[in-house]
């Protein structure tokens, strides 16, 4: 059989048709690979500006947060010199969410009142009922004002607060009503409107009945408050710490006098 060649110009135009289609098959896998490189920097370069969003709100949030360390504060001072500040109505509002007449409130008046040997002699162990419906007791604030649920909010018993020299920090002391119901300490974060109460370290043999009313010097992480009552001639005077970093604040001395008694004092 004989071998039939293919003429000269159908070869040249096979050569480039296959020619062709190799350019199309290379164009279009690099087009491809360049695509696919493009889409790929995007999902990097968004990535990298989420995560420069989140690393601006984590430098925001650590700018912002108090460091209660090294925070210095002004002069302290009664309602009248801070209610008129930016940032009071929000503290109002923080505020109003306590109450003084609670039931963790009640609970611990209870507890104070079978702990103490003066108002209970008899030791006997009350339970809200009992106490309240002693007529004796009518007047006592736990059974007098709980339907009142009196709040924080009236300020009756504002005792001073503190504001820090860069205006970022506020502490507050509520003395409470008489021997000492409904006493609270805060540290209010003003930039992040965060309001925390202060945990009182109490001995279950201290009774808490001269709260604390004033801040005083402080000396590192503590800063000393005292409080001061009296009744039928007799005085009573209370030194007390609060740590502003732990956020707590424990009785360490009492001391007690009365007409012609000499001055009797406990530490703790």
């Not at 609270?184 to 109490?202: C, G, H, M, P, S």
Request: aromatic fraction near 12%.
């Amino acid at each position: 059989m004989n071998n039939k060649k293919i003429p000269t110009s159908v070869g040249t135009i096979v050569l480039i048709i296959i020619a062709l289609t190799v350019f199309g098959v290379v164009w279009k896998y690099e087009e491809t690979q360049k695509t696919e490189s493009v889409q790929n920097q995007n999902v990097v370069a968004k990535q990298t500006e989420n995560q420069g969003i989140v690393n601006l709100e984590k430098i925001s949030n650590q700018r912002n947060s108090i460091n209660w360390a090294v925070v210095q504060f002004d002069d302290c001072g009664g309602k009248e010199k801070y209610d008129q500040m930016s940032w009071w109505s929000k503290f109002i509002v923080e505020i109003k969410k306590k109450d003084y007449y609670s039931d963790s409130f009640i609970e611990s008046q209870l507890k104070s009142i079978n702990n103490n040997t003066y108002l209970n002699p008899g030791k006997i162990v009350y339970t809200y009922q009992s106490y309240c419906n002693d007529v004796k007791n009518k007047n006592h604030s736990i059974c007098k004002d709980k339907d009142k649920k009196l709040s924080m909010d009236n300020f009756n018993s504002y005792g001073e607060g503190c504001l820090s020299k860069d205006n970022s920090a506020f502490i507050v002391v509520f003395p409470g009503e008489y021997l000492g119901g409904g006493n609270y300490v805060f540290r209010y974060d003003i930039i992040n409107n965060t309001l925390e109460e202060a945990q009182k370290i109490i001995d279950d043999s201290v009774y808490w009945n001269s709260p604390p009313v004033v801040f005083g010097e402080r000396t590192g992480n503590v800063i000393k408050m005292t409080g001061k009552t009296g009744d039928a001639g007799c005085s009573l005077n209370t030194d007390f710490d609060y740590n502003i970093v732990a956020n707590q604040i424990k009785m360490t001395k009492k001391c007690t006098r009365c007409i012609n008694e000499k001055q009797n004092c406990k530490t703790f």
